[in-house]
């Protein structure tokens, strides 16, 4: 009869829109499982040297696996013959695959590159202002001008050991990010930051350039080891009154400025610039100016243990 036939035609749209529900549902799912994919691999790529110091989560086998599905994506995105090459693969990348949808080409592509794309912005983002925090957590909160610490400043920069131990420092800083470029423009800029000291014997030479250098470059360790590499010649110089911090840390940038500390001599900056190379291929970031009423102390290296012409001398011992 009429009614059954419409009884019947209701029941098939209900199981078609439960069939829909539940085929949407699935899609949702597939979608959030290939999300944590590029979470997973995204946070890893942009964390220090283990993925284990950002999540203690993340094992190697997941970052592996999602490497693969991202791998497989790109495959599809490239328009490359793949379909057959993945249903041969073994488990567990095919059963992932399958569980993320990419077991054969996603019948919409671009919800998958976007998602991509979404979790590698953010990835960056929160990279980035972890690391501007990290920066921030290193600098000291005031500035190294105390009166009442010239004596115990005199005792530590004049001494063979710190000298020895910055040198050994520098080296290894070079040795370890010379060969990336993009740590060229802080290393122009210290070899220039000593060369304009050298030429100025009187006053101080303060060094400002933008935090960005350090926390949008390599990797966390990078920054702690920029800090260390710049604490054995000169002082960080605070401030405050300059800088609005809640609009800094939105931003992730602050301007750093570094001032030559008033007891290192001629010979000492010398010895620290030859353990710098001579050549690079970007231009010294940041800016230079003389303060004038920041004197030099110890220019001739009257104050310095190894005494005042016979750094030369002294080098050579420590090389043997």
Known sequence: T???LRHQVNNETKNDDLKSGVLEKEEEDKLKRF????????VASLSSSSPLSVSPKVDITDLDLSSE??????????QCE???????????????LHACGLNEAPRVIQQYVDIRNQERSLAHENAMKRRHELLLSYLPKESNDNDDDDESC??????RGHIRRSKHLWRTFVHNYFK????????AG??????????????TVEWTFDSTNLSEQQDEDYIQNTFQVLTGCAIYVSKNDEIDIESNMSKNT?????????YMSDDALYQLLTQLPLNFDTRATGTFQVIEDEQRVNVNGQMDEWGVTIGGVWEYCDIL
């Open 154 to 159: 005199q005792n530590i920069m004049t001494t």
């Open 254 to 262: 602050k301007q750093l400025s570094w001032r030559m500390h008033p």
């Open 35 to 42: 999300a944590g994919h590029c979470r997973t691999f995204y």
């Open 69 to 78: 599905v991202l791998q497989a994506l790109e495959q599809y995105t490239s």
């Open 190 to 203: 210290l070899s220039k930051f000593i060369q304009s000291q050298l030429s100025e014997r009187s006053s």
């Open 180 to 187: 990336n470029i993009s740590s060229h423009p802080f290393l």
């Open 82 to 96: 793949v379909t057959e090459e993945i249903k041969k693969l073994s488990s567990p990348l095919s059963e992932e």
């Open 2 to 4: 009429e009614q059954q």
